[in-house]
C-alpha cells in the first residue's frame, strides 16, 4: 500500500507542480494580480511608471526600455518590451540577433523563425533600414515553453508621420491568457 501510495504521489507531484507554474518576466512570475505584479516592477525592478500598466526601465541592460502590460480584469495576459528607437540597421539588426541568441540559450531552438525583405534589393544597411521604415522589413522569431510563449520582432512604430524603428520582445503566459479570454467571453 506505501509503494502504491508512493507511485501516486510521483505522478501526480509534477501535475500539481506544473498547474501553478507560470511564465516569469525579469524573474518575476507572471500571476497573482495586475496590481500585485506591477507593485513587484516597481520595488524589485526599479522601473517607474509612465501610465496605467505602462513603465519605464532597465531590461537587458539597456536603459529607456517601455514595458507594457496587456491587462484584463486585473489579470496581467502579457508583457511588451519596446527597446530604445535604432538609428540605423546595423544597431537595430544587431540588438535583435544579440537578444536571439540569448533567448535561444534560455528557452532552446524557436518554434517558428520569419527573416525577410519584401525588396530583393535590400542589400545594404541604408536600404534594410528604409525597408523598416516602410513596413516592408519582417523578421520575427518565437519560442514556446510548456508556461508560455516568448516572442522577439523588428517592428516600425508609427506617430505623427515618423517612423520608430525598434525592437519588440513579449512574453506571453498561457494559464493568464486563458483566464483573461475565458473573462472576456463572460462579457457575451
Known amino acids: ?21 507560470h511564465m516569469k518576466f525579469m524573474g518575476i512570475p507572471i500571476d497573482g494580480s495586475a496590481s500585485q505584479f506591477e507593485q513587484k516592477l516597481v520595488t524589485q525592478k526599479g522601473m517607474t511608471k509612465i501610465r496605467e500598466h505602462m513603465y519605464n526601465g532597465r ?8 514595458i507594457c502590460l496587456a491587462v484584463i480584469n486585473n489579470i496581467v495576459r502579457n508583457i511588451g518590451v519596446f527597446f530604445p528607437v535604432a538609428s540605423d540597421w546595423r544597431a537595430l539588426s544587431s540588438r535583435y540577433e544579440e537578444l536571439k541568441e540569448n533567448l535561444t540559450a534560455k528557452y532552446g531552438n524557436p518554434y517558428k523563425v520569419v527573416e525577410y525583405f519584401d525588396s530583393s534589393f535590400a542589400d545594404d544597411d541604408y536600404s ?16 514556446s515553453t510548456s508556461v508560455g510563449e516568448v516572442k522577439l520582432e523588428i517592428v516600425n512604430n508609427k506617430a505623427d508621420y515618423t517612423s520608430y ?20 467571453s463572460d462579457d457575451l
Open 1 to 21: 500500500m506505501k509503494k502504491f501510495l508512493f507511485a501516486l504521489i510521483l505522478i501526480a507531484l509534477p501535475l500539481v507542480g506544473n498547474a501553478q507554474e
Open 59 to 66: 531590461y537587458f541592460g539597456i536603459d529607456d526600455c517601455h
Open 128 to 143: 534594410k533600414f528604409s525597408e523598416v521604415k516602410r513596413d516592408a522589413c519582417h523578421f520575427c522569431t518565437s519560442w
Open 165 to 184: 524603428p525598434q525592437i519588440y520582445l513579449s512574453y506571453l503566459d498561457y494559464e493568464n491568457y486563458f483566464k483573461a479570454e475565458a473573462a472576456k
